[in-house]
Protein backbone atom coordinates (compact mmCIF):
# COMPACT_ATOMS: atom_id res chain seq x y z
CA UNK A 1 0.00 0.00 0.00
CA UNK A 2 2.71 3.02 1.09
CA UNK A 3 4.44 2.13 -2.75
CA UNK A 4 0.98 2.62 -4.04
CA UNK A 5 0.40 5.77 -2.01
CA UNK A 6 4.06 7.15 -2.19
CA UNK A 7 3.68 7.08 -6.05
CA UNK A 8 -0.11 9.08 -6.05
CA UNK A 9 1.74 11.65 -3.85
CA UNK A 10 4.61 11.98 -5.99
CA UNK A 11 2.31 12.45 -9.23
CA UNK A 12 1.39 15.67 -7.30
CA UNK A 13 4.74 16.98 -7.27
CA UNK A 14 4.62 20.45 -9.27
CA UNK A 15 0.98 20.82 -9.10
CA UNK A 16 -0.19 23.97 -7.65
CA UNK A 17 -3.62 24.73 -5.95
CA UNK A 18 -5.51 28.43 -4.79
CA UNK A 19 -7.68 28.32 -1.42
CA UNK A 20 -10.59 30.09 -1.51
CA UNK A 21 -10.53 34.27 -0.51
CA UNK A 22 -10.88 35.23 2.93
CA UNK A 23 -11.62 38.36 4.52
CA UNK A 24 -9.19 39.80 6.87
CA UNK A 25 -11.46 42.08 8.96
CA UNK A 26 -10.36 44.54 11.88
CA UNK A 27 -12.65 42.35 13.93
CA UNK A 28 -10.08 39.46 13.02
CA UNK A 29 -7.00 41.31 14.01
CA UNK A 30 -8.55 42.31 17.17
CA UNK A 31 -9.26 39.13 18.37
CA UNK A 32 -5.50 38.03 17.22
CA UNK A 33 -3.82 40.76 19.35
CA UNK A 34 -6.35 39.33 22.30
CA UNK A 35 -5.28 36.12 21.87
CA UNK A 36 -1.28 36.92 21.70
CA UNK A 37 -1.52 40.20 23.90
CA UNK A 38 0.31 41.55 20.92
CA UNK A 39 -1.24 45.80 20.12
CA UNK A 40 0.74 47.56 18.68
CA UNK A 41 -0.80 50.42 17.20
CA UNK A 42 -0.33 49.68 13.76
CA UNK A 43 -2.89 46.51 14.44
CA UNK A 44 -5.37 47.78 16.81
CA UNK A 45 -5.98 51.77 16.26
CA UNK A 46 -7.09 52.70 13.27
CA UNK A 47 -7.37 56.39 13.81
CA UNK A 48 -3.10 56.67 14.54
CA UNK A 49 -2.64 54.03 12.34
CA UNK A 50 -4.16 56.25 9.67
CA UNK A 51 -1.22 58.55 10.15
CA UNK A 52 1.24 55.50 8.84
CA UNK A 53 2.47 54.76 5.41
CA UNK A 54 0.11 51.91 5.61
CA UNK A 55 -2.88 54.42 5.69
CA UNK A 56 -4.94 52.27 8.64
CA UNK A 57 -4.45 48.98 10.45
CA UNK A 58 -2.76 45.93 8.99
CA UNK A 59 -2.93 42.54 10.03
CA UNK A 60 -0.36 40.74 12.05
CA UNK A 61 2.50 39.13 9.80
CA UNK A 62 1.76 36.18 11.91
CA UNK A 63 -2.33 36.18 11.91
CA UNK A 64 -1.60 35.58 8.00
CA UNK A 65 1.17 32.84 8.77
CA UNK A 66 -1.57 31.35 11.56
CA UNK A 67 -4.11 31.39 8.64
CA UNK A 68 -2.53 28.80 6.51
CA UNK A 69 -3.90 26.04 8.06
CA UNK A 70 -7.68 27.80 7.09
CA UNK A 71 -6.68 28.35 4.17
CA UNK A 72 -5.29 24.80 3.00
CA UNK A 73 -8.38 23.39 4.19
CA UNK A 74 -10.29 24.86 1.29
CA UNK A 75 -7.71 23.97 -1.23
CA UNK A 76 -8.72 21.30 -3.88
CA UNK A 77 -6.04 18.78 -4.44
CA UNK A 78 -7.97 15.62 -4.80
CA UNK A 79 -8.68 13.66 -1.41
CA UNK A 80 -5.88 10.57 -1.32
CA UNK A 81 -6.94 7.45 0.57
CA UNK A 82 -4.80 5.58 3.00
CA UNK A 83 -3.94 8.26 5.01
CA UNK A 84 -4.70 8.19 8.83
CA UNK A 85 -3.69 11.44 10.40
CA UNK A 86 -1.85 14.62 9.24
CA UNK A 87 1.17 16.52 11.31
CA UNK A 88 2.51 20.06 10.64
CA UNK A 89 6.45 19.42 10.73
CA UNK A 90 7.22 23.15 10.49
CA UNK A 91 7.86 26.43 8.40
CA UNK A 92 10.95 27.55 6.24
CA UNK A 93 12.03 29.92 4.60
CA UNK A 94 8.92 32.65 6.33
CA UNK A 95 9.04 35.85 4.89
CA UNK A 96 6.73 38.76 5.41
CA UNK A 97 6.52 40.83 1.86
CA UNK A 98 4.09 43.39 2.27
CA UNK A 99 1.47 44.12 5.11
CA UNK A 100 -2.17 43.06 4.83
CA UNK A 101 -4.20 45.95 5.12
CA UNK A 102 -7.86 45.45 7.18
CA UNK A 103 -11.05 44.90 4.98
CA UNK A 104 -8.19 42.63 2.97
CA UNK A 105 -8.94 39.13 1.31
CA UNK A 106 -5.94 37.07 1.18
CA UNK A 107 -5.37 33.67 -0.21
CA UNK A 108 -2.77 30.73 -0.46
CA UNK A 109 -1.71 29.48 -3.62
CA UNK A 110 0.25 26.59 -2.55
CA UNK A 111 2.84 24.09 -5.06
CA UNK A 112 3.35 21.03 -3.73
CA UNK A 113 7.48 20.92 -3.78
CA UNK A 114 8.70 17.52 -2.93
CA UNK A 115 6.88 14.40 -1.43
CA UNK A 116 9.50 11.51 0.30
CA UNK A 117 9.30 8.15 2.35
CA UNK A 118 10.39 9.53 5.47
CA UNK A 119 9.99 5.44 7.16
CA UNK A 120 7.66 2.63 6.00
CA UNK A 121 4.15 4.98 6.57
CA UNK A 122 5.47 7.68 7.06
CA UNK A 123 5.71 10.56 4.53
CA UNK A 124 6.74 14.13 4.34
CA UNK A 125 5.85 16.63 1.85
CA UNK A 126 6.81 20.45 1.10
CA UNK A 127 5.02 22.61 0.09
CA UNK A 128 6.10 26.40 -1.78
CA UNK A 129 3.31 28.88 -0.56
CA UNK A 130 2.53 32.12 -0.39
CA UNK A 131 -0.42 34.12 0.55
CA UNK A 132 -1.59 36.16 -1.73
CA UNK A 133 -3.42 39.42 -1.21
CA UNK A 134 -6.46 40.37 -3.76
CA UNK A 135 -5.68 43.41 -5.93
CA UNK A 136 -2.03 44.09 -4.36
CA UNK A 137 0.76 42.58 -6.62
CA UNK A 138 3.36 41.64 -3.95
CA UNK A 139 2.31 38.71 -1.64
CA UNK A 140 1.75 39.03 1.99
CA UNK A 141 4.26 36.73 2.56
CA UNK A 142 6.35 32.78 1.20
CA UNK A 143 6.81 29.99 3.65
CA UNK A 144 8.11 26.61 2.66
CA UNK A 145 6.06 24.47 4.70
CA UNK A 146 6.27 20.79 5.61
CA UNK A 147 4.24 18.46 6.76
CA UNK A 148 3.69 14.57 7.36
CA UNK A 149 1.36 11.89 7.14
CA UNK A 150 0.95 8.74 8.70
CA UNK A 151 -0.86 5.81 6.92
Known sequence: MTSALLAELQSQVGQTFQSEWLLIDQAMI????????????????????AQTPCGGTVAHGFLSLALLSRLHATLRPLPIEGIRMGINYGLDRVRFIHPVSSGSRVRAVTTIAAIEEKRPGQFQQTLNVTVEIEGVKKPALTAVWINQFLV
Not at 36 to 46: E, K, N, R
Request: proline share 10%; charged share 35%; hydrophobic share 30%.
Open 30 to 49: DRFAEVTGDFPYTHVDPERA
